[in-house]
């Protein structure tokens, strides 16, 4: 536990240094104030986008009825202009395209690294068992992502300070105000294109209080539109310097912070490599339950036991489990007839040939033998062969 919270620590002290070179840094807002300041600045430029839509809407408006009723030509327009506006439309499409994406781009960061710290939590507190090779997995996973989120919140206050927000105040502050004044230009032309075809229409009444008089106007308009037009390349000419040297800084800053969060991060990877452990199946109780009565059965049936010694010797030296003496110890000879044992009240008279008692066998005399069955109407004194009476 100390060696993964050292770790962690290098890998956030690596991260921080790399960045300290900026100066101090302001004191890093929560998860949920970076969300909530979020949603609030889209809803604010939501609705400062949609009455800008609108006032430029009534502005084309505007000079298109005033070009449709008073049929007034346009004129000839400066070439200087010509370029100065088709740069000004391609910054404004690139920086409104990059914006949009970056802002969406960091608040699905915000909400990701919210569930972040909940998934790094949840996993950190998993119990581990004994034979858990799952629970410990996971739960050195969630010492990982702690370290890793602690890195991600540094990161995501870094994307809005140096990408998010310069890129949302060029648009906003920059790009739309050389916008009014494009706007503004667009009037001044529109008057003095009316001043000029009113002009025309004087001139053609030979009245020359009707002529002098449109032509102050005209020349006033004109005046106008000279201002407006040199004040329309000098925006646009700084609108370009602040994104080739402020915007382009800032953007440069950001990848700089965003290769150090990308080092760190594969740092803390390689720190909290994670060693998957080994399962041992568990034997359920009834299978060794089972597995002991075989066993059991297979030693009883062939009567040997590797832990008994006398359970080897089959001439019969004390073990139980050995082979029998035979025949009790009483050795025939190959003529004579070898009867079996019956027992310790059974005798057996060479003479007769009979064996009383329990064993039940008669001899005929002939060499027979006549078993029958045991009476029990016979009487229950024993036999003795001894008793000459």
């Known amino acids: ?3 993964d919270l050292s770790r962690q620590d290098r890998s956030e002290s690596t991260f921080s240094s790399a960045s300290s070179s900026n100066g101090d840094k302001k004191k890093g807002k929560g998860k949920f104030g970076m969300m909530m300041s979020s949603i609030g600045r889209s809803t604010k ?7 800008k839509q609108m006032e430029k809407g009534l502005v084309k408006a505007k000079m298109a009825a005033v070009e449709k009723i008073a049929k007034v030509p346009p004129s000839p327009e400066d070439p200087e202009i010509i370029s100065a506006l088709e740069r000004l439309k391609i910054t ?6 990059i914006s ?3 802002r969406n781009l960091y608040e699905s960061r915000v909400n990701e690294a919210t569930f972040l710290v909940q998934l790094s939590d949840k996993m950190k507190a998993t ?3 004994q034979n858990d090779p799952f629970g410990a997995y996971v739960q050195r996973m969630g010492m990982g992502l702690g370290a890793l989120e602690q890195v991600n919140t540094e990161h995501l206050q870094r994307m809005e300070e140096e990408l998010v927000i310069p890129l949302e105040k060029f648009r906003d ?8 004044l494009k706007l503004k230009y667009k009037n001044g ?3 003095f294109d009316i001043a000029a075809h009113r002009l025309t229409k004087a001139q053609e009444t030979n009245d020359s209080a009707k002529i002098s008089q449109a032509q102050q106007k005209k020349d006033a308009a004109y005046t106008e539109l000279t201002t407006l037009r040199n004040d329309m390349k000098f925006q646009v000419n700084n609108l370009e310097q602040k994104k080739q040297v402020n915007l382009l800084g800032c953007m440069e800053q950001y990848w700089q912070s965003y290769a150090s969060f990308a080092s760190a991060t594969s740092n803390i990877l390689s720190q909290n490599s994670i060693e998957k452990g080994t399962f041992v199946a568990p034997v359920p109780p009834a299978e060794q339950a089972y597995a002991a009565d075989i066993f059991t ?3 009883q049936k062939n009567g040997y036991d590797d832990h008994d010694p006398g359970m080897n010797d089959h001439d019969g030296g004390g073990g139980g489990g050995g082979m029998p003496p035979v025949n009790n110890g009483q050795h025939y000879d190959d003529d004579d007839d070898a009867l079996p044992q019956y027992g310790d009240d059974a005798q057996y008279d060479a003479g007769n040939g009979n064996v009383n008692g329990n064993g039940n066998v008669n001899d005929n005399g002939d060499g027979q033998f006549e078993y029958y069955e045991e009476n029990d109407n016979a009487p229950t004194d024993d036999y003795n062969p001894f008793d000459e009476t």
């Open 45 to 51: 430029q939501g609705m400062s986008r949609a009455g």
């Open 1 to 3: 536990m100390e060696d």
């Open 173 to 180: 502050n920059d790009i739309e105000a050389v916008q009014k």
């Open 100 to 102: 949009d994406v970056v």
């Open 92 to 97: 404004k499409t690139e920086i409104y395209a």
């Open 127 to 129: 119990q581990v068992m």
């Open 189 to 191: 032309k529109t008057s």
């Open 297 to 299: 059965a297979d030693e």
